[in-house]
């Protein structure tokens, strides 16, 4: 009698898989290319998040330097190069998020930024204006200050 309710709940285990495996359905290309582009985007996000100053462990505030010019923070298209001069030919030295800290000194159509690891940078003065945050709509982007040890720029929303 045991062995013939074995037989009977290993029956059923089958049936039930078989059940859940034929409602699983393959996948289109369309399903395909979207999670290619989820990876792609994906990756782009891991690579800007990597280029920022790693977060200060100690649990005190941080205290910031002031510049010794203004820097406003403007909105921009996330994933455009920083040129190292301003000039489309020279070598990038990183790339934007929605935001950059900008002097708002232009040269021959383009407009100093500062890095997120503090150095100073160019991009095309055409592909900043406000800062848009599209989550919470009506939040202000902010230079709040620099950081000390590498001159990064911390940008406060308000």
């Not at 062995?3 to 029956?11: F, H, T």
Request: glycine share 12%; proline share 8%.
């Amino acid at each position: 009698m045991a062995m013939r309710m074995g037989w009977k709940a290993a029956g059923a285990a089958v049936v039930a898989a078989v059940g859940i495996a034929s409602g699983a359905q393959a996948q289109t290309p369309e399903d395909i290319a979207r999670l290619e582009r989820f990876s792609r985007d994906r990756g782009r996000a891991l690579a800007l998040t990597h280029q920022l100053a790693p977060p200060i462990s100690t649990g005190s505030p941080e205290r910031l330097v002031q510049p010794e010019r203004l820097w406003v923070c403007k909105g921009t298209q996330p994933g455009l190069p920083i040129y190292s001069s301003p000039d489309r030919t020279s070598a990038p030295m990183g790339v934007t998020q929605e935001f950059v800290a900008t002097s708002g000194a232009t040269v021959g159509g383009f407009v100093q930024v500062m890095g997120y690891n503090g150095r100073l940078g160019f991009v095309p003065a055409n592909t900043l204006g406000p800062y848009v945050n599209t989550v919470k709509p009506g939040v202000q982007c902010t230079v709040e200050g620099l950081r000390r040890r590498d001159n990064s720029p911390v940008f406060g929303f308000h």
